[in-house]
């Protein structure tokens, strides 16, 4: 069964870090493009960042310059730091990956909640 499974949420403290990471099984994903997507309460999934099979990176302007998304084909692993968190970057944080045409791969989510 190919998924993803996502760890590393929790509470921390605005200005703080988080370390996300996404672990994929049931094929290699070495090939495939990845990336992280958050929902805010209220509001719709919205893409955070993502990094191709070769490691070119993009991120959303809100995100730019303190999150910062790796991968690890090796270990077949995705990851997102997260630094100097904001209020506003609370949200449940999702990995996903396109397969194929047809095809689209969600985690389950972890929660990240940052306290003013």
């Known amino acids: 069964q190919v998924q993803l499974v996502e760890s590393g949420g929790g509470l921390v403290q605005a200005g703080g870090s988080l370390n996300l990471s996404c672990a994929a099984s049931?094929?290699?994903?070495?090939?495939?493009?990845m990336d992280w997507y958050r929902q805010a309460p209220g509001k719709q999934r919205e893409l955070v960042a993502i990094?191709?099979?070769?490691?070119?990176?993009n991120y959303a302007d809100s995100v730019k310059g303190r999150f910062t998304i790796s991968r690890d084909n090796a270990k077949n692993t995705m990851y997102l730091q997260m630094n100097s968190l904001k209020s506003e970057d609370t949200a449940v944080y999702y990995c996903h990956s396109r397969i194929s045409l047809i095809t689209d791969i969600w985690g389950q989510g972890t929660q990240v909640t940052v306290s003013s």
């Open positions: 049931g094929k290699s994903f070495s090939r495939n493009t």
């Open positions: 990094i191709s099979s070769r490691g070119s990176t």
